[in-house]
């Protein structure tokens, strides 16, 4: 009985939300090949979206502060950090746009000039810190050695675990050629493999300036509160921030949409508080849709299914409110 209300309630949301809503997948896998992974189309669906549902002529309320904040040049830069191929399928489109984006919208009746890119490596991710007003990272945490792209692969994360004697444990199949300080090697259980105490650091992290006016950032990886709150803390001193960190199991989506979904609740208008909850709330559809592929496919690992549930919570960093 519980999952059937489960799934009522579900299909009764993606019923009832219609007019300027961004679109909602429903339980449902999407069929054929995963689209190519394009910022312009991804920033473009949003902006646009948002510009029908607020026409030239509607009288809107005062924004958030935050977003006043965001908007208050008449420019917006956003990040979107891509993980490794292993945590979902992720095809990024050859067009040149693809990976840099420029244009201007109508949003909340100005003219923004929204600048928009993929980070894919460690480079640009540190990039990102110092230029973006708005970061969205899904990637792997490297068990807090910091997040991994997907160029550099999961064995070159960014280093920015500042922790004094904080240890990473990985076993010999999850190390994929991570290049830390081992404290200790030592057997498992039965001696089936091998398992690795590593000592991270932070120099990607300790060279990064951070971005001088009010930045959004989230940290959408597994457990980011824990790993990353002091780090974040400590780069943006005390420059306005909201950072957006997880609690516990997180996955990367390779439609992207939680990234389009906390875009779409910005640019609307919508609290801190409220803009967390909707990217919950995607997540939990990408959730059920893993959940029903695995029991179709009889999955034997079931890993992929699980995703963050009401588990993201945004915590302000000297942040407007």
């Not at 300080?181 to 690795?196: A, M």
């Amino acid at each position: 009985m519980k999952r059937i209300a489960v799934f009522l309630l579900i299909l009764f949301y993606g019923l009832s939300v219609g007019g300027c809503s961004l679109a909602r997948s429903g339980v449902n896998v999407p069929a054929g090949p995963v689209p190519q992974l394009h910022i312009g189309r991804l920033v473009t669906e949003v902006c646009r979206t948002v510009q029908r549902c607020h026409p030239a002529e509607a009288v809107l309320p005062a924004p958030p502060a935050y977003l006043d904040a965001l908007l208050a040049d008449n420019r917006l830069v956003i990040g979107l950090g891509v993980g490794t191929a292993d945590l979902a399928p992720v095809s990024v489109s050859p067009d040149p746009g693809a990976l840099f984006f420029r244009s201007a919208f109508r949003i909340r009746n100005r003219r923004i000039s929204v600048e928009a890119r993929l980070i894919l490596d460690r480079c640009g991710f540190r990039q990102a810190l110092e230029e973006c007003e708005i970061l969205f990272v899904a990637t792997h945490a490297r068990y807090g050695a910091g997040p991994a792209f997907l160029k550099d692969g999961k064995a070159l994360p960014f280093r920015m675990q500042k922790t004094p004697g904080y240890v990473i444990t990985m076993s010999e199949d999850e190390v994929s050629g991570y290049q830390g300080k081992v404290k200790r090697t030592y057997p498992g259980f039965l001696k089936k493999k091998k398992f690795y105490d590593f000592e991270p650091d932070s120099t990607d992290l300790d060279g990064t300036v951070p971005y001088p006016g009010y930045q959004l950032l989230v940290l959408s990886t597994c457990s980011s509160k824990k790993h990353f709150l002091d780090e974040v803390t400590w780069l943006r001193k005390k420059n306005p921030s909201t950072a957006v960190f997880t609690t516990g199991p997180c996955a990367m989506d390779p439609g992207f949409r939680p990234f389009k979904r906390m875009l779409y609740s910005i640019l609307m208008g919508n609290g801190i508080k409220q803009v967390v909850f909707q990217m919950n709330r995607e997540y939990r559809t990408i959730a059920w849709e893993n959940i029903r592929k695995n029991a179709r496919t009889k999955a034997k690992d079931n890993k992929s299914a699980w995703t963050v549930v009401d588990e993201m919570y945004a915590i302000g960093i000297h942040h407007l409110n």
